[in-house]
């Protein structure tokens, strides 16, 4: 499974746009890279998901250059409520591997008012 | 709305207890789920995959014999801690896949384990 690395924390300011990126060196074809958002003494909660070049939703983008070694998760206008631990993950979806995923140390975004 | 459920939320039980946590998939079907483990300030940890109806498959260093694992339908996994010491106190998270090609996983809002 392919290794992650995230800065492990990283401060902003409400209103702001928060650019967290990750390294996947090792990701293989068949990998997906996905972002959780985890809360104190709660479960992960999917954020989003994607293979390559952009993906949006009504929270974030991902953006994933060509060579799918790195991603970038983008939070526009940050709150205070998006201080948590995010977390960027690879996995294979779509073998017989079951899909399982290995958690790095994630990144702890702190929201300043 | 939540699309994997775990219960219960918060255990607090005495040395040698041992203690069963569920975890659900709501409406979807769910051949594979997973269990993790997380102390504070850390990072979760991938304790086992279930699988549906055979063995779990248990992450290494993780005592299969400690950590029982049942997935006897579709919708439901069981963890049990079996004689639970303090060291075992920790928050515990399943998830589940929902089914189709690159779908994520989606996890349980995890049990709280306490362990006197």
């Known amino acids: 499974l392919a290794k992650t690395t995230q800065p492990i924390s990283m401060d902003s300011y409400e209103g702001q746009e928060v650019n967290i990126t990750c390294s996947h060196n090792?990701?293989?074809?068949?990998?997906?890279i996905t972002w959780y958002q985890q809360f104190p003494s709660q479960g992960p909660r999917f954020i989003i998901q994607g293979y390559k070049t952009k993906v949006t939703n009504e929270v974030a983008s991902l953006f994933i250059p060509a060579d799918r070694k790195s991603s970038t998760l983008s939070l526009p206008r940050v709150s205070l409520s998006d201080t948590a631990v995010y977390y960027c993950?690879?996995?294979?979806?779509?073998?017989?591997?079951?899909?399982?995923?290995?958690f790095g140390q994630g990144t702890t975004l702190q929201v300043k008012p | 709305g939540a699309v994997v459920s775990q219960h219960p939320s918060r255990v607090i039980c005495k040395s040698g207890t041992s203690v069963k946590i569920e975890c659900r998939s709501l409406d979807f079907q769910a051949t594979t789920m997973f269990w993790y483990r997380q102390f504070p300030k850390q990072s979760l940890m991938l304790m086992a995959t279930?699988?549906?109806?055979?063995?779990?498959?248990?992450e290494q260093g993780v005592e299969k014999d400690k950590f029982l694992i049942n997935h006897a339908s579709l919708t439901l996994s069981t963890l049990t801690v079996t004689s639970a010491h303090p060291e075992d106190s920790s928050f515990y998270i399943c998830?589940?896949?929902?089914?189709?090609?690159?779908?994520?996983?989606?996890f349980g809002d995890g049990t709280r384990l306490s362990i006197l």
């Open positions: 998830s589940a896949r929902m089914p189709g090609q690159g779908q994520p996983q989606h």
């Open positions: 090792n990701i293989a074809t068949n990998d997906y």
């Open positions: 279930s699988n549906e109806g055979s063995k779990a498959t248990y």
């Open positions: 993950l690879v996995g294979d979806k779509g073998s017989s591997n079951t899909g399982k995923l290995i």
